[in-house]
């Protein structure tokens, strides 16, 4: 198995720029998260879809970001306009429903709005 | 505030000693999963502990869950260079998404 894939790996872009990070998940997971990564707040639940429904979108911060999940093996983050502040590392990780199973990460996009 | 809270932030030592981290809360678990991040990477799952007062062992680390499932700690003998990562806790407050601690970044000198 690839694992979880993501990509860009890296995305760099100007300030008001539509940004659209990509998730494919392990097949057979029904479960897919996505989170933020930065040194002040560490890891951040944003959102998380289960069998490609959303199901808490909480953790979002606000309108400008928008997810979706069209099937089973295959999910967006869309940021729209990005700031700067948006910069950071975004993973997404996908599971069998579940948590004892545990997730699986993919290697994230780091994302650096200038 | 953290709904997990770990501890240390940051931990350096020599190559061949001793350590432990530990992650607390005042919430209960049904269970707590614990994983490694190396730079560049995303985090790696090495343990989950399901039951009160359970103790896994993986080579040289040893993990523990607390008797009122509130907390875990890492135990790591003999650290090697290799070790050196973020170490992340992470539970579910409910059903299934996975909240993690702010980690305890560990460096092994050789």
């Known amino acids: 198995d690839a694992g979880v894939i993501q990509s860009p790996r890296h995305e760099v872009t100007e300030m008001g720029q539509e940004v659209t990070l990509r998730c494919k998940p392990i097949?057979?997971?029904?479960?897919l998260f996505w989170y933020r990564q930065t040194m002040m707040r560490g890891l951040e639940l944003l959102i998380y879809?289960?069998?490609?429904?959303?199901?808490?979108d909480s953790g979002m911060p606000e309108d400008r970001f928008s997810a979706k999940m069209p099937n089973a093996s295959f999910s967006t983050l869309k940021i729209q306009p990005s700031e700067p502040r948006d910069s950071a590392v975004y993973f997404c990780?996908?599971?069998?429903?579940?948590?004892?199973?545990?997730?699986?990460f993919g290697s994230g996009t780091r994302l650096t709005v200038v | 505030t953290q709904l997990l809270e770990q501890s240390p932030q940051f931990l350096s030592i020599q190559e061949g000693e001793n350590l432990t981290v530990y992650c607390n809360s005042s919430?209960?678990?049904?269970?707590l999963q614990w994983y490694r991040q190396e730079p560049g990477e995303g985090p790696v799952l090495l343990v989950t502990v399901v039951t009160g007062g359970e103790v896994k062992k993986l080579k040289r680390l040893t993990f523990q869950f607390g008797d009122a499932r509130k907390d875990s700690s890492l135990h790591i003998t003999a650290a090697q260079p290799g070790d050196t990562g973020l170490y992340l806790c992470a539970g579910a407050p409910s059903n299934n998404d996975m909240r993690f601690g702010a980690g305890t970044r560990l460096t092994v000198k050789p």
């Open positions: 879809f289960n069998n490609n429904v959303p199901i808490d």
């Open positions: 097949s057979g997971h029904n479960s």
């Open positions: 919430s209960v678990f049904s269970s």
């Open positions: 990780a996908s599971t069998l429903e579940g948590v004892n199973y545990g997730y699986t």
